[in-house]
């Protein structure tokens, strides 16, 4: 759908640059805003990488089943009928820590791992449909409890702001407020669900 949204963006800026006799004006955005593009792609790397070396380390050095053991009271209330050490809540820990840090690129490999060990785990008789954890795990990646701002902070920085981290507050309410709607939300319509299957 995205790709269709964006096709379509980059057609009508050409057609109502055409119509208006500003096609040198699109021309040169084009040029400017694709160095711009690559520039901040490279520094968001750096920040990325650093924080997906600490969560690998953390894995290998088994701060991760730690960090699942202590979470794990809390957890197990969120995602029912999985293993409290097994593989799916550790790759789930890592994935809400690395939310919490503020690293959504960095979670997502995190997130597709912990699904893949849901599926494993429940051993579902219809593999082609999402299972409860699956989709709590989906909603608490999308809207997700952010401690620490990082790409946001480093993309604030990157255009000039002198004080990168002082949308905090802000951040901290609006993720909280996200994540207990989306929380609220899934059992509200799980109940539902389960209540017209036959």
């Not at 070396?53 to 202590?70: D, E």
């Not at 699956?134 to 002198?162: C, D, H």
Request: aromatic content about 6%.
């Amino acid at each position: 759908m995205m790709k269709w949204i964006t096709a379509g963006l980059i057609i009508l800026s050409a057609v109502f640059a055409a119509i208006n006799g500003r096609m040198t004006d699109l021309s040169t955005a084009f040029l400017e805003e694709c160095g711009s593009a690559v520039e901040l792609a490279i520094s968001l790397t750096g920040i990325i990488c650093l924080w997906s070396g600490i969560m690998r380390v953390a894995q290998s050095s088994g701060l991760t089943g730690k960090l699942a053991k202590a979470a794990a009271p809390l957890l197990s209330r969120i995602f029912r009928g999985l293993k409290k050490n097994g593989k799916a809540m550790q790759f789930i820990t890592l994935n809400i820590t690395a939310n919490i840090l503020g690293l959504g690129n960095a979670s997502t490999p995190f997130g597709i791992a912990a699904m893949r060990e849901i599926e494993k785990e429940e051993r579902s008789p219809t593999p082609e449909l999402a299972s409860h954890n699956m989709i709590v795990l989906t909603v608490m990646n999308t809207a997700s409890l952010q401690l620490i701002p990082t790409t946001a902070a480093a993309l604030r920085l990157k255009y000039g702001s002198s004080a990168p981290m002082e949308i905090l507050p802000c951040v901290w309410i609006t993720s909280v407020c996200a994540l207990a709607a989306a929380l609220a939300g899934t059992a509200v319509f799980g109940r539902i669900s389960r209540r017209r299957q036959p």
